[in-house]
Every structure is written in structure tokens, then in C-alpha cells.
């Protein structure tokens, strides 16, 4: 006999174009040089595509270094009318190569405020939606690192579901992913999986990273996707990332990279 795992059972979403899909995690080494990010994120998607990815995931602020202080000189005014090099470039891509893009994130400037945002593109080019990341992450390890994204960065207001061509899916980013009742409201509204651009640092990222991905993924009976930065061999950098992007199945069992390399699931 078959129960209900949910009660209320979760909103059915709609029938996915798509039902069966390669998946693309796009674990980009980033520099100083926006240009050179963004054209290296437009060939690694492109490279995902030609290989059949239906879905690219990119990480979380991967077209600039993840340095609060700086964020201010590569942000985007996504709603503006004005040039947004890497918007246009996540639209260009989606549309010649036919895919749905989770663009990972990028600082956005909106009304005199900076935010950390993550763009959904379909395979028409078109922007489908659009998360500002809610939980933002304030933390002091004495001795190695303190971080502060609430000086520098607003946090959003509204939680992200999106109908794709592969499906209905839930979007968080980073610190997101900590807070069980954002994975619960989008099982409950029926996604079937939840995108999370991060960039945990080393500290957290090795204690924090794996399990909450699996927890989210195990307690919802969803998948999660992960994308992260890749680590920066550089030790001279502000932030370093942890890396693992990785895809968690309902069961909690993850498949993931190595510390630099993107991965086609």
C-alpha cells in the first residue's frame, strides 16, 4: 500500500516537456578579470550543451571574486535597461543552445542596493525568474575567518519556485540551503528539485556542506543540485571556496566532482 509522504500532499506541478534530462554543473575557477569569467562560464555551458545537458547550474558569484568589499564594482543592474554583460551572456547561451539555465548568482545593484542574485533563464532566451538570496551569512572563527555579508549585501524578500522545461524547481543560494523550511515549501508546492548556487568556505564547507545538501534532499524526497566555485589554488585570495558541487537524489546519496572540474549527471 502506497501513503501519502506529505500531508497536505504537494501541489502537482505541470507536466515537464522534458522528463528525463542530463544535468550540468558548471564548477568555474574565478578571477578578477570579469570578462575573462564570463566568457569562460559562456564555454563551459556551451561545452555542457554539445554534450546533451538539458539544465546548466552555475555557482554562486562566479563572474567576479567573492570579496564583499569589491562586490559594488561588478554589479548589475539586472532590471535596467542598461548593458548587463553577464545577463546578456546567460540569454544569448540559453537561447542558441536551446537549454534552461540556473544562472548561479551575481551581485545585483537595484535602487541604490546590492544584493545576491540568481537568474532562471529558458531555452527562449527569456528571463523566468529571478532569487535574491535571503539568508545572509554573518560568521567569526577566531583565528581564521570573518565574514560579514550582512554589511554589504540586502537580503531578498520572497522565495523562488520556477516552472521549467525540465520541471518545477526550487531556488536558494549559499546559506539558503541551512534553513529546512525553504527545502519543505518547495516540496510542498511540488518541485522536484531545488538549485543551490553556493560558495561555502573551508571551514564550513567541510563540516556543513555535504550534510546539509543530503539532509535537504533525504527529508523532502527531492533532488538537490549544488554548484560551487571552484578552490582557488591561489592561497593569496580573500575567500576561498570549497568547492564539491555535487547532485543528491531523494535517497541522500550524492554524486559529486573534484575540487576544480564541472560534472555532467
Not at 39 to 48: T, V
Not at 126 to 144: C, S, T, V, Y
Not at 165 to 172: A, M, P, Q, S, T
Amino acid at each position: 500500500m502506497v501513503s501519502n509522504a506529505r500531508i497536505p500532499p504537494p501541489i502537482p506541478p505541470p507536466q515537464p516537456k522534458i522528463p528525463k534530462f542530463k544535468i550540468a554543473l558548471c564548477q568555474l575557477l574565478v578571477t578578477p578579470d570579469k570578462e575573462r569569467n564570463i566568457a569562460h562560464a559562456r564555454k563551459s555551458i556551451e561545452d555542457a550543451a554539445r554534450k546533451g545537458a538539458k539544465l546548466v547550474v552555475l555557482p554562486e558569484i562566479w563572474n567576479c571574486p567573492l570579496s564583499l568589499q569589491n562586490l559594488s564594482k561588478y554589479a548589475e543592474d539586472i532590471d535596467a535597461e542598461a548593458a548587463c554583460p553577464s545577463i546578456s551572456m546567460l540569454s544569448e547561451v540559453a537561447l542558441c543552445n536551446a537549454i534552461t539555465i540556473v544562472g548561479g548568482s551575481i551581485p545585483e545593484l537595484a535602487a541604490g542596493q546590492l544584493f545576491n542574485t540568481c537568474c532562471v533563464f529558458g531555452p527562449d532566451g527569456k528571463l523566468k525568474a529571478k532569487h535574491r538570496k535571503l539568508h545572509l551569512f554573518d560568521f567569526d572563527i577566531p583565528g581564521e575567518v570573518t565574514f560579514r555579508e550582512s554589511d554589504f549585501l540586502t537580503a531578498g524578500e520572497e522565495p523562488t519556485i520556477v516552472d521549467t522545461d525540465v520541471g518545477r524547481i526550487g531556488i536558494g543560494v549559499c546559506h539558503d540551503i541551512r534553513f529546512p523550511e525553504l527545502a519543505m515549501l518547495y516540496g510542498s508546492r511540488g518541485a522536484h528539485l531545488i538549485c543551490y548556487p553556493g560558495a561555502f568556505n573551508m571551514s564550513t564547507g567541510e563540516l556543513l556542506w555535504e550534510l546539509m545538501q543530503r539532509a535537504r534532499a533525504a527529508d523532502n524526497q527531492l533532488f538537490v543540485a549544488t554548484c560551487a566555485p571552484a578552490q582557488d589554488p591561489n592561497t593569496s585570495a580573500d575567500y576561498i571556496t570549497w568547492g564539491h558541487s555535487g547532485l543528491v537524489g531523494p535517497r541522500g546519496m550524492k554524486r559529486q566532482p573534484s575540487l576544480r572540474r564541472s560534472i555532467i549527471l
